[in-house]
Each structure stands twice: as structure tokens, then as C-alpha cells.
């Protein structure tokens, strides 16, 4: 009751926050920014992002040995996507779904939790290292902001913070697997304590996995900076790659810090607008590439979501 009540919190203050900025700026800009787009330039922002999923998807393919197969992995990324995106849940309500997709796709109970929590985890590693990066491209906008120049250690600090906080997860996976368990619900899943802990230490043993899904996240991270450039270019406001890099990581380091905030209502929209003005865009061009990601999040995510809800609805009657 409680949990639910704050989400409804949460969820009120990320729609205030958007009323606030809608009122702040100027809604006609936005629109004539996105009459730019039409069908094909949509088209060419569902299509990047798919790509974009099955780079993020990636990273969990070393991690299932060989159980693993490429439809499988993008089946779990996609729904994880699109429940944390267009449902009223958190990211990580997101990631226990991808869990049971797993499950659903003959994994295990224990294993498949396990390989979603070292899946979170390298995942977050290739992140830390993303934002890490690009700060080091927005430095010089940022400093060139006298707003902003004085916050740019500070910004360095957190993100090296987010970085050491993340090897602690992983070591906590190790010391004590009963914190990542009841962080991600997995006796929701079957997961049994023991089963669980086998599964997560047998996962850290073979180090060249996580190794590699820690690169394979990366690029799948550099990759939402590429699509970033084509939807501005879509828009009719190309700007450089590095640029883009920069803007996508600080978006996403942004979302990281307001995890607990469903679909990100209104931390996207805001974080959008605040960063693209570093790089000489307007902040209603920031409201319209947010307002193209959700129009992609909900073209490809309610049909992933009704096919799931479908499977679901056939096993339960078998």
C-alpha cells in the first residue's frame, strides 16, 4: 500500500514538473520542430531505435551461456524497455519483468534472476564509464556556462560516486545476495537463496563474460548517442556526434539519479531541455526529441506489451 502510494507521489511530481516547463516554454515551437519529422523521418527514429535496443540487448547474450539466442535477449530488453517507459513502474519494475521473460523463455528461476542482476550490473558499469565520457565532451560547454561552471567538479565527483557505487553492488552480490534479491524481488520469480547465490558466483567466475557484456553495454550506450544525432537530424537541427554523445549520457545519468521516478515523466522532458541549450539548440527542440522518444517508446512498446500479456494469458490456461 504504501509502496503504491508513493509511486503515485512520485508520479504526480514528474507530471508537475512537465506542466511547469510546458508552461515555461513555448508550445508552437515545439510542434513547428516536429513538422519536421513526417512518416519516413518517424520511421528512420523507430528503426534507429530498434537497432539501439539490440545493441542494449547485447550485453545479456555472454551472460547466458547457452541458453542464450538472439531473440530471446531483444524479447527481454524490449519488454524491460517498454514497461519502464510507457507503464506506470519504475525502471526497476522494468528489469523484474525482463527477468520473467526469461523465465518464460525456459531459463531457470535462479538463473535467470542472476543473470539479470550481473546484467544491471555491467550494464551500469558500461554506463558509468558512458557519462564519465561524456562529461569529458560537455566540459567545454559547460564551462563556457557561468551558471554551470561551477557545478562541473561537482558533476565529475558524482559520476566517479556512481561508478565506485556500482563495484560495491557487485561485491554486495558476492557478500550477501540476500540485498540484491530483495532489491529486485526475486522470490516473486522462485529464486531460492541458495540456487540464487550458486548461479551468481558461477556468473562472476567467468570473467571474459562479464568482461565482454560490460564492452557490449558500452557500445550499446555510445549507440543511443548516434541515435540522438539522427533524431536531431529528423528534426531538422543536426548537431556533431560528440555533441550528441555528450547530451545522451548526462540525459542518462540524469534518468540513473531519478530511477525510482515511473517512466521517467517529466525528468526526460526537463533534462532534455536543460541540455541541448549547452549546444546552441533551443529548449523546445530538448521537449520535442523527448516528445519523439516517447511517441517511439509507445509505437514499438504497446504492441511488446500485448504480445506478452497474450503469452502470459495462454499459459496461465494451459
Known amino acids: 500500500m504504501l509502496k503504491g502510494l508513493s509511486r503515485l507521489l512520485l508520479l504526480g511530481l514528474g507530471f508537475a514538473l512537465l506542466l511547469v516547463l510546458l508552461l515555461r516554454l513555448d508550445p508552437a515551437a515545439v510542434t513547428a520542430s516536429l513538422r519536421h519529422v513526417g512518416w519516413l523521418g518517424f520511421a528512420a527514429v523507430v528503426g534507429s531505435g530498434l537497432i539501439l535496443t539490440a545493441c542494449l540487448a547485447s550485453g545479456l547474450y555472454p551472460l547466458l551461456g547457452d541458453k542464450a539466442s538472439a531473440g530471446l535477449v531483444l524479447a527481454v530488453r524490449q519488454v524491460r524497455d517498454s514497461a519502464g517507459d510507457i507503464l506506470p ?33 555491467t550494464e551500469l558499469m558500461a554506463q558509468s564509464l558512458f557519462i564519465l565520457a561524456g562529461i569529458a565532451l560537455a566540459a567545454p560547454a559547460i564551462q563556457s556556462d557561468p551558471r554551470l561552471a561551477p557545478y562541473l567538479g561537482w558533476l565529475t565527483a558524482g559520476a566517479l560516486l556512481f561508478a565506485a557505487g556500482i563495484i560495491v553492488f557487485a561485491f554486495l552480490q558476492l557478500a550477501g545476495s ?141
Open 178 to 318: 540476500r540485498f540484491a534479491e530483495r532489491l529486485l524481488g526475486t522470490q516473486s520469480f522462485g529464486g531460492h537463496t541458495a540456487s540464487f547465490r550458486d548461479a551468481i558466483y558461477s556468473l562472476y567466475r567467468r570473467r571474459t563474460r562479464v568482461l565482454l557484456s560490460v564492452g557490449l553495454h558500452l557500445v550499446g550506450w555510445c549507440a543511443s548517442g548516434l541515435w540522438l544525432w539522427v533524431v536531431l537530424r529528423v528534426l531538422g537541427t543536426p548537431l556533431s556526434l560528440s555533441s550528441a554523445v555528450a547530451i545522451q549520457s548526462l540525459l542518462e545519468a540524469l534518468r540513473s539519479a531519478t530511477v525510482f521516478v515511473p517512466a521517467a515523466i517529466g525528468i526526460q522532458e526537463a533534462g532534455y531541455a536543460a541540455l541541448v541549450p549547452l549546444f546552441g539548440l533551443s529548449a523546445e527542440t530538448g521537449v520535442a526529441v523527448s516528445a519523439l522518444r516517447r511517441a517511439r517508446d509507445i509505437a514499438v512498446g504497446i504492441p511488446v506489451l500485448l504480445g506478452w500479456q497474450l503469452i502470459e494469458a495462454r499459459r496461465a490456461r494451459l
Open 89 to 121: 513502474f519504475t525502471q526497476i519494475g522494468g528489469i523484474a519483468l525482463g527477468m520473467r521473460v526469461m523465465a518464460l523463455g525456459g531459463i531457470a528461476a535462479p538463473r535467470a534472476v542472476a543473470a539479470g542482476v550481473v546484467d544491471v550490473t
